[in-house]
């Protein structure tokens, strides 16, 4: 079940990113669809480091190793991505709202599939 809702939330994801370039593509310019790109793709990356990371730290978790946490990497990750974002946007290729929304669309994808299952339940559920 935990493997259908990640590859859920990574669809949802990838779904939400691509109708935000659609919409930015119809009702904006250039830099707002490039940073909601932008956005997107570190989202993603960002989504991957996190499982890489939690793997990690499970996998040392379940051989019995007490679990090093190095929250040194953690802050090391969105350092760089700020980094990526302004060195965009001092270049004026990017809109830095429409970067953060980019950003955001895991945490859309999150309430988009709390939605799916809550209508699941209320009404998918009862009925049996």
Known sequence: MREISEKRLLILTCLIILALVGASLWLGDWRLTLGIILGGVLSLLNIYWLRLSLKNLLNQAATGAKPRFNAA????RYLFIAIIVAFAAMLGLV??????????SFAFAILLEAIIQLIFIIFIR???
Do not use: D, N
């Open 73 to 76: 990497l953690y802050i090391l």
């Open 95 to 104: 809109s830095v709202a429409a970067t953060l929304i980019g950003l955001l």
């Open 126 to 128: 009862e009925e049996s």
